[in-house]
């Protein structure tokens, strides 16, 4: 918000005529243009604003109790005597960030003529939901690129064992938002979170590249909305090749994307099996050394559980994607 998103002041390849008259994100959007008339047939550019959610209840929760007791025991419970953050709601510092975004969206589109998002993703997990509805409701956009969202499943946090990133059925979620989309293959019930095994990191990659050929795939927008989370984003620019870039709750960074058409076969892609993991059954522990399985130090000298994982959409997945 402080530097315009980011947007560097500049001229531009293509530009024609006098362009003093226009602001920097109008001349960046006839960018984006400009490459895309440009390309060639199996080339295409797209501008994604990828935005983590709000602060929620998990996250509040875990400054509360710290990262050692948060990880060894209260992530695995659906919350405490005052809240609940299995599926964690905003809390207010959450709806907060995403009002001042749809303030500043409001300004960027009044005051910079920005090119609204044309097609709006969201992850299915409630506080993006409430992130992307207080972001995006409510400004002016074109008739033609309402604000109507996505809910895709891909776009989901790293699947832990935490409660939190156990998602609500589709019921629950079309009675919150009863006009958005699902995509076509969404399903009830939550068939990737089983509360025993957690996504590797080069798994969570493996499905974010298939989210991502999925849009770049089907959707023919050059300016897109991704509504997400932090372990996502960051999953999401790594397959992307972008460079790290950490975001703190509610915060958006605009990512242009060349994407190249390639009808060799794909590469061969190996993921590293989801993991068990394990808590302090007995309550919060003495210590954790990280966030890796059986790191917890649990009180009274009791040693963690450890789950042995079932058979599970979440494990077949993992070990179908290490061949394919």
């Keep these: 918000m402080a530097t315009n998103f980011g947007l560097i002041n500049q001229s531009y390849p293509g530009e024609t005529g006098d362009v003093s008259c226009m602001t920097q994100w109008e001349r960046f959007n006839n960018y ?7 390309a060639a047939k199996n080339v295409v550019y797209k501008l994604l604003f990828i935005g983590r959610h709000g602060e929620g ?12 007791a948060w990880n060894c025991y209260y992530s695995e419970i659906d919350g405490n005597a005052t809240v609940t953050w299995a599926d964690a709601h905003l809390d207010q510092a959450g709806i907060n960030q995403a009002i001042a975004n749809n303030i500043f969206w409001a300004s960027l589109i009044e005051d910079q003529g920005i090119q609204t998002p044309q097609t709006y993703y969201t992850s299915p997990l409630t506080r993006c939901l409430q992130t992307a509805n207080y972001t995006y409701s409510n400004l002016s956009l074109p008739k033609d690129s309402p604000f109507l969202p996505t809910i895709k499943e891909l776009f989901r946090e790293g699947i832990s064992t935490h409660t939190c990133d156990h998602r609500s059925n589709k019921t629950y979620i079309h009675d919150l938002f009863p006009t958005w989309k699902f995509e076509s293959t969404f399903t009830e019930n939550d068939e990737f979170w089983n509360g025993v095994t957690a996504e590797t990191s080069s798994a969570q990659d493996y499905r974010s590249k298939i989210a991502l050929d999925e849009v770049f795939g089907a959707d023919k927008s050059s300016v897109i909305s991704i509504t997400t989370h932090s372990g996502e984003g960051a999953s999401l620019l790594r397959v992307l090749g972008h460079r790290a870039f950490s975001l703190s709750t509610g915060a958006i960074i ?11 076969a794909p590469p061969a892609t190996t993921t590293a099996p989801w993991a ?4 302090c059954t007995n309550g919060p522990p003495v210590t954790s050394m990280g966030n890796a399985p059986y790191n917890c130090v649990c009180s ?25």
């Design 32 to 38: 984006v243009d400009y490459l895309n008339f440009n």
């Design 57 to 68: 209840y998990h996250n509040a929760a875990q400054t509360f109790y710290g990262t050692p």
């Design 254 to 264: 605009p990512v242009l994307v060349r994407a190249e058409v390639v009808h060799d």
């Design 276 to 279: 068990t993991s394990a808590w």
């Design 300 to 324: 009274a000298g009791v040693s963690p559980t450890a789950f042995s994982p079932p058979v599970s959409y979440a494990t077949a997945t993992a070990a179908a994607s290490t061949s394919s």
